[in-house]
């Protein structure tokens, strides 16, 4: 309008604006654009005479602000399990002081001991943690306290373990990893109380689903979320057409439904319905209510929670149990240990089972191989690195009585419900191919 143009409104047509979706978050460079954006707008409009103090308190929250998202990033990184790591040595020194005071009347520990010992226990502490889960949902401090008792029986664990010359006190470790549990759940509880991360927790958020489609799409979408093995949480249908038996209620009467039942998740179908119509819906919907969308002819139900996500989706593959990131990580831990015990037991499986599987085990130890693998590489299935074994117990590239659908059906069924002892009993069984070139 200030250079002579004119903006024309036209309400034919119906959008909503994802704020900041282009955008990759979390990165202190979006931080840093989002609220200079915002300070722009505030000096452009807000400027000079009575406004000035008006201005100023706004510029204030917005660096307030900015300071806050970009705090948020760095604890959403790789900053959680550093503060979790200045906890637990914090906690060592603070029980070490009063454990000096109180029960040793004053005479301390060796320095040099306390100097190495407390470093090594509190990476120990990190690395137990890590391994029981606590950062696949790092901001539930139920999650965290579990995983944090798990750590601190590790950590005795390898005290026990420790030469008679190197043990300086069960106490100081008990107490410390006791007090760093506390800590660490009153930190998270804390994260989630000032809103500066967010708990999408799997379990809650699909307490109930409702789908709204016909009967063909729900049937679709059922299935669809059968093969995901989510299916239980379907509540039932909202009828979009004439055909309404076998229904919780029609789309006009969605409102008062969502207001008597505690439904977290609803499935827009996209067929009978426009999207020009779901929209409308969608812009009457109760805040806590999760959007998920299937399209017509198509096998995938996609959907967003958060502003800081990518979103999630299910698809006709389904759900594979090696895709988590838990499961990918027992499975290298299994590699790696399965690796040293062959390398530092050498002179014996040379004889045993021959020389090739030590070869074999420093290529798992350095990560150029996991002991198991496909027989047949897809990109349906979750990433693995070449794997020595097939899935079906032979060396890769090596001459099986499977023929391919087959062995593509036993790496479907290995992904879909993979557990790391599966690995172990493969590897024992096979133990003789693994040492020769068969």
């Known amino acids: 309008q200030q250079t002579g143009f004119k903006n024309y409104y036209f309400s034919g047509s119906t959008i909503i604006h994802f704020k900041g979706e282009s955008t990759k978050k979390g990165s202190l460079n979006y931080v840093k654009m989002f609220y200079q954006a915002m300070s722009i707008f505030v000096k452009k409009h807000y400027g000079g005479g009575k406004a000035s103090l008006f201005g100023f308190l706004i510029q204030l929250a917005i660096w307030l602000r900015a300071s806050l998202s970009a705090f948020k990033g760095v604890v959403q990184k790789a900053g959680l399990p550093l503060v979790d790591a200045l906890v637990i040595y914090g906690s060592f020194q603070l029980v070490n002081i009063f454990w000096v005071k109180l029960v040793r009347q004053g005479q301390p520990f060796i320095a040099s001991m306390v100097n190495i010992a407390f470093p090594v226990f509190t990476m120990l502490f990190v690395f137990a943690a890590y391994m029981a889960g606590m950062y696949d949902r790092k901001y539930k401090p139920s999650q965290a306290f579990y995983a944090a008792l798990l750590a601190i029986v590790v950590m005795l664990a390898g005290y026990s373990l420790l030469p008679e010359n190197f043990r300086f006190s069960r106490g100081v ?20 109380r000032l809103n500066v991360v967010d708990d999408h927790e799997e379990e809650t958020k699909h307490e109930q689903s409702l789908i709204i489609g016909t009967l063909a799409e729900f049937e679709q979408v059922s299935k669809l979320l059968a093969k995901a093995g989510v299916e239980k949480r379907i509540l039932g249908r909202i009828a979009v057409n004439d055909y309404k038996e076998n229904t919780l209620a029609s789309l006009e009467n ?3 439904l969502l207001k008597s039942l505690r439904i977290r998740e609803v499935i827009f179908c996209e067929g009978h319905l426009s999207y020009k119509t779901i929209i409308s819906q969608i812009q009457h919907l109760p805040g806590h209510i999760n959007v998920r969308f299937h399209s017509k002819n198509t096998l995938s139900i996609v959907g967003s929670d958060s502003k800081d996500g990518l979103g999630e989706s299910v698809s006709h593959d389904g759900f594979y149990e090696l895709g988590l990131p838990v499961q990918k990580r027992r499975k ?14 050498f002179p014996l499986h040379a004889i045993l089972s021959g020389p090739q599987i030590i070869y074999r085990a420093v290529l798992v130890l350095i990560g150029k191989n996991t002991w198991i693998g496909y027989a047949h590489h897809t990109n349906k299935l979750p990433h693995l690195r070449p794997g020595l074994l097939a899935t079906n117990g032979y060396l890769i590239n090596a001459q099986s009585p499977f023929k391919e659908a087959s062995q593509i059906k036993i790496d479907e069924w290995y992904a879909r419900n993979y557990h790391w002892v599966q690995d172990v009993k493969l590897v024992i069984s096979n133990y003789k191919k693994l040492g020769s070139n068969k």
């Open 173 to 192: 470790i008990l107490f410390s990893g006791v007090l760093a549990t506390l800590l660490i759940v009153l930190f998270r509880w804390l994260l989630l």
């Open 332 to 345: 290298r831990i299994i590699d790696i240990t399965m690796a040293l015990v062959i390398i530092a037991t």
């Open 254 to 256: 969605l409102d008062e």
